[in-house]
Structures are given as structure tokens and as C-alpha cells.
């Protein structure tokens, strides 16, 4: 049997090609490849994912191991399950929608100040989701508590800012991506998954203030989820 480190790298590689090769597909699907916004947009992406990637393999292949684990009967309910193919059944659409939209034009174009608020919205979305990624080695992708690994409440760097910073993020990106690629279309997908990611939030504190010692003081500490002063 090959090492488990060898796996995860095998499978790294594997949808580094898969993403690196989705923006010339999704470009090609606009029907121009002088689309700026586009670029933009499944670029950040791109790279967002590529960044991660390298940060764990070199970092903590410890997490990456952990957020490429396929889920296992009995350690994950049926409905985050639900949920969570939900995210990524929308997050094709996300991706493709704006494409489609540009190429057949579904939507009236946005305009440049909009287009540039989704630029910005799209860059916090990506610190978010990366600082998460690097200030939580147990950011796993299911949920569990990972006794396995020793897990233990993280409230440093942006967890004291939100308990949620990695769906902070997605969800700054979901609506700022669709934004900056100038698509209503985008953004009624990215809308869904932002709905979707506050009804997981519902139920992975419910298995955190269960499982996890320390995390009732932590939620006292950090008092919202998931916007500052709102929720």
C-alpha cells in the first residue's frame, strides 16, 4: 500500500488539474475569451484553491488529509450530508451559471461600481477562507469532532473575530464572485449557498456544544456566528 501521505498528494494533484483546467473551460463557455471580469473571477478562485493547497501539503497535510476524507456511516448525520452536497451541487452552478449568462446574455449587465464592490467583496471572501484554513488544523470539511486528532477549541487569529470565519468567507466569495462576473444569474446560486451554509452553521454548533469541551466558553467569548454585531 502506497502512504497515506502519497495518496493525498496523488489526490491533491488530481483536482489542482481539475480546478487549474475549469477557467479555460468556463471562459470558453462565455463565448469570448476578452471577458476581464471573468478572468478575475475564476482566477482568484483558482488560485484561492492552489494557495490552500500548496499552504497544506507543506504546512499541515495533517489537515488536508482530514478535509479530502471521504465521510464514514455513523460519524455524520444524513442531513449535513444533504446539506453539504447541496453547497456542492450549487457551487457548479455558481461557477457555470455566470458563464452562461454572459455568453447568452439572461441577464441585464451589471454596472462598473457593482462589478468593482464584488472585486472587493470576492478579495475579503478569499483572506477569510485562507486564514481559516491556516489558523485551524481541524477544519474539516464533514462535520465530527475529531478526537482522533486531539481536537480542542481554536480561538485565536480570525475565530475571535467570528466563530464561522471559513463560511464568512465562502460567503463573502459566493456573492462577490457573482458580482464581479457581472451575473444576476451567479448570484441568485450564490445566495442559495450562503442560505444553506447559515442552516449548517445551525447544526455543527449543536455537535461542537456537545462534543467539543470548551466551546460553550468559546461561544460565550465570541458572540456571533457569522456577521459581526448582526448574528
Known sequence: MRPRWIKTALLS?????????????LIWL???????????FY????????????WMLTRDP???????????RGEESRADMAILLGIKVDAIAWLVLPALDRRFGWTPRLSLWIV?????????????????????TFLAQVVRIQSDRGQHVVSTGVYGFVRHPMYLGASLMFVGGALLAGSAAGLVAGAV????????????????????????????????RLIPGIW
Open 62 to 72: 495533517g489537515l488536508l488529509a482530514e478535509r479530502m476524507r471521504w465521510p464514514r
Open 30 to 40: 462565455s463565448g469570448g475569451w476578452r471577458w476581464v471580469e471573468g478572468w478575475i
Open 13 to 25: 494533484l488530481a483536482f489542482a488539474a481539475y480546478v487549474f483546467g475549469a477557467p479555460i473551460l
Open 193 to 224: 449557498m450562503t442560505c444553506l451554509v447559515v442552516v449548517r452553521i445551525f447544526g455543527e454548533e449543536r455537535v461542537l456544544l456537545q462534543g467539543l469541551e470548551g466551546y460553550t466558553a468559546y461561544r460565550e467569548k465570541v458572540r456571533y
Open 116 to 136: 468593482a464592490c464584488g472585486g472587493l467583496l470576492l478579495a475579503a471572501g478569499c483572506f477569510f477562507m485562507f486564514r481559516a484554513i491556516s489558523d485551524n
Open 43 to 54: 482566477g482568484t478562485f483558482t488560485l484561492l484553491f492552489g494557495i490552500s493547497i500548496v
